[in-house]
């Protein structure tokens, strides 16, 4: 009984043997048709560990096509380590075309640690551009940067950054986020350090020297190429309170108030000055009219005591008449209002 069971546990092994043999039978034949030999029993081998023996040849394939060489066993174990092996392989075949430095073991820590080294090659060949910020992050809702001038005139801003992937620093590197929050600062705080809003306006090419100057993609996997000022204008006071323009319109609306207090102080000096006038001419005719009274008393007196005698009066009195018809001859009398005499 014991050498019957023995005999059916091996026929079992054999026929799994076989069946696995013809399973890769066919992908043997692809890979030794295509001059990236790989053996029988390696296939079989794959197979036990629970490799996809089809996606280690179709790489190995584009390998050898490519003039490239790395061994199967180096495929098996990026595949076991739970990566992309026919995207870290594209890669290593786009960074050699390109000229690009990148080994297998480099390229497989790119993939292990979660990022794509195919997109990285392609970004380290044709940089590409990002906003900054992104639309769905706008401080304001508006997918633009929020900054204030030292005159305190809030502006709204929106830059493009492109960078190109540093293959070398990917590994450990910050990511985009970082670029991002980096250029953010830079800008926010270069716009902080103008004098005021009108210089920015005029020079926007100044944030960006600033910017590309202060060495922002450092300790990051990218290199930024450039820093282009897409958009940028001054905030209105309807939305947010743009401080700046705030005070700028509160000052103005207090000098104006001052204005027109100082013109009303002025008005109402000179309507106090007029009245002045008013009671020194009436202070002043009251004295004429006073000095008038004594010209009667004086002219008794002057009789009384002999002074003046009586021809000498009536002379007076004719000269004043003489002088009362001259006035009334000098004024034309007013017309009436019947109409033209006939």
């Not at 080994?103 to 195919?118: N, Y």
């Not at 002219?299 to 009195?317: C, H, K, P, T």
Request: charged share 25%; glycine share 8%; aromatic share 4%.
């Amino acid at each position: 009984m014991f050498s019957n069971a023995l005999i059916f546990v091996i026929i079992v092994i054999v026929f799994v043997i076989l069946a696995m043999v013809f399973n890769v039978v066919g992908i043997w034949v692809r890979a030794t048709v295509s001059n990236a030999y790989v053996s029988l029993w390696a296939l079989v081998g794959m197979k036990f560990r629970r490799v996809n023996p089809a996606l280690i040849v179709d790489a190995r394939i584009r390998l050898v096509k490519a003039g490239i060489s790395i061994p199967t066993d180096l495929l098996e174990g990026h595949f076991l380590a739970g990566g992309d092996v026919l995207n870290v392989v594209n890669a290593l075949i786009a960074a050699d075309k390109a000229g690009i430095r990148l080994d297998f073991k480099k390229a497989t820590a790119i993939d292990l640690a979660g990022r794509d080294v195919l997109e990285a090659v392609r970004t380290s060949v044709n940089p590409k551009v990002i906003d900054c910020p992104p639309p769905r992050n706008g401080t304001n809702g508006s997918g633009m940067l929020d900054a204030v001038a030292k005159d305190g005139i809030r502006l709204l801003v929106k830059a493009r950054v492109t960078v190109r992937a540093n293959i070398d620093r990917l590994v450990g590197g910050a990511s985009e986020e970082t670029i991002i929050a980096r250029v953010g600062q830079g800008i926010v705080s270069a716009i902080g350090s103008s004098a005021t809003y009108k210089d920015v306006l005029e020079n926007p090419d100044r944030i960006s020297a600033h910017v590309l100057a202060a060495g922002l993609d450092s300790q990051t996997g990218f290199e930024i190429v450039s820093i282009d000022i897409a958009d940028i204008s001054v905030a209105g006071v309807s939305d947010v309170a743009n401080v700046g323009a705030r005070l700028e319109t509160e000052r103005a609306n207090a000098d104006k108030q001052l204005r027109q207090a100082e013109a009303e102080g002025r008005r109402a000096m000179a309507v106090a000055i007029e009245q002045e006038m008013r009671a020194r001419v009436q202070e002043m005719q009251a004295r004429v009219v006073e000095a008038r009274a004594q010209v009667p008393i004086a002219m008794a007196e002057a009789l009384r005591s002999g002074n003046l005698g009586v021809m000498d009066y009536y002379r007076l009195q004719n000269i004043e008449s003489d002088t009362d018809m001259r006035r009334s001859i000098a004024v034309p009398p007013p017309e009436k209002s019947g109409g033209r005499n006939a």
